[in-house]
């Protein structure tokens, strides 16, 4: 049991540094989410274009909002600011699904 308060105690230090991170990469001054900010390789341009409609018109609606606070040199109020807490990693599931398929078909291609 001795081990077990360490452990807790890494936790919550490793969610501290997760949590200075996510502010001090100032994406969620900009109002942007995480996944607003991936590169758009072939599989995340995939994932992209699967996104539901809503999905899709919130996420462009952010990165418009950031491009135009960017050219103003401005960011958002501090209320209106992403929290890590509230993160939503809503591409995570189609990517997933996108990169198995694309594995299976190179599985089925090299038979």
């Known amino acids: 049991m001795a081990g ?10 490793l969610e501290m540094m997760r949590k200075w991170y996510y502010n001090a990469a100032g994406f969620n ?19 992209i274009r699967r996104l539901p409609e809503n999905v899709y018109n919130d ?3 952010r ?3 950031a491009l135009d606070l960017s050219m103003k040199h401005q960011i958002l109020p501090k ?4 929290k890590y807490e509230e993160e939503n990693y809503y ?10 398929e694309r594995k299976e078909r190179q599985e089925w291609e090299k038979k």
Do not use: N
Not at 35 to 40: L, M, N
Not at 79 to 82: P, V
Not at 91 to 100: A, S, W
């Open 29 to 47: 001054k900009l109002g942007l989410l995480r996944d607003d900010t991936r590169y758009e390789d072939e599989d995340v341009k995939e994932a």
């Open 79 to 82: 209320e209106q600011w992403t």
């Open 63 to 65: 990165i418009k909002r």
């Open 59 to 61: 996420r462009m609606f």
């Open 91 to 100: 591409l995570e599931p189609y990517l997933k699904e996108v990169i198995r």
């Open 4 to 13: 077990r308060p360490a452990v807790s105690a890494s936790s919550r230090l």
